[in-house]
């Protein structure tokens, strides 16, 4: 009888409890707007952040509600979100039809880097690099402890048989967080379209960066000098690759390189 009275008390506290929740929470809920539900159901619902607000919700409240909020912001929904949102603003947008996806300026993984000393430390590239930014004698490279893995909100992000952190360009949504969470820089937002990249971070000379890792650039502007139109140009002894120039011998000037840091992406 005891038992049976305790289970019943139990019972309706619960259901007194679970009424009161649902009252308050409808009494405390914020009400949207019709534009900003718009807004909302246009978004990819990424929550990922790259937009500058905390998810998609308050980003379609920040537009329906700040005429001075720019419309293109949502990097995964890219020109179609911006024009859609555009359609329910009522105003034109431009934005890029070119995609933008992350990828690791290095190919110095620990076959072809040289090492200060063994980390054993937190398995996060942050907390490695506040110890003598990192263990690698190139500190500029990076760490290949996988923090931009951990942020990724797609799992667009992994670890190759060889250790190399790769992005997978179909699934990279542009959000910018593996950018952000990077201690060395490392990661950068390209063209999806870029056929070649020069695939270092290191700006030591080129005496300096022989002795730390084996495929990084040199500065010595081959690419530059001998085919001017690679698109390729050689700044604090670092060369980058823009896709925008003009790049017909980028090939050749991959073939060049004597320490191969020019290749062809994955």
Known sequence: MNILLAFIIITAMGLLLGLGLAFVAKKLAVAKNEVQEKIEAALPGANCGSCGFAGCSAYAEAIST?????????????????????????????????????????????????????????????????????????????????????????????????????????????????????????????????QYVVACNNHESGAKVRKECSVGCIGCKICEKKFPESGCTVDKFLSTFDNDKPHSQIAEAAEACPSKCIVKRR
Do not use: W
């Open 66 to 194: 700040d005429k001075n909020t720019p419309l293109n912001l949502c990097t995964p929904g890219g020109a179609d979100v911006a024009k859609a949102v555009g359609v329910i603003m009522g105003q034109e947008v431009e934005v890029s039809s070119k995609k933008k996806v992350a990828y690791v300026f290095c190919n110095g993984n620990c076959d072809v880097t040289n090492k200060d000393f063994d980390y054993q430390g937190v398995t996060d590239c942050n907390a490695a690099a506040l110890l003598f930014d990192g263990d690698n004698t190139c500190k500029e490279g990076c760490l290949h402890l996988g923090s931009c893995i951990d942020v990724c909100p797609v799992e667009a992000i992994s670890k190759d048989a060889k250790g190399d952190i790769v992005v997978d360009r179909e699934l990279c949504i542009s959000c910018g967080k593996c950018v952000d969470i990077c201690p060395h820089n490392v990661i950068k937002l390209v063209d999806d379209d870029s």
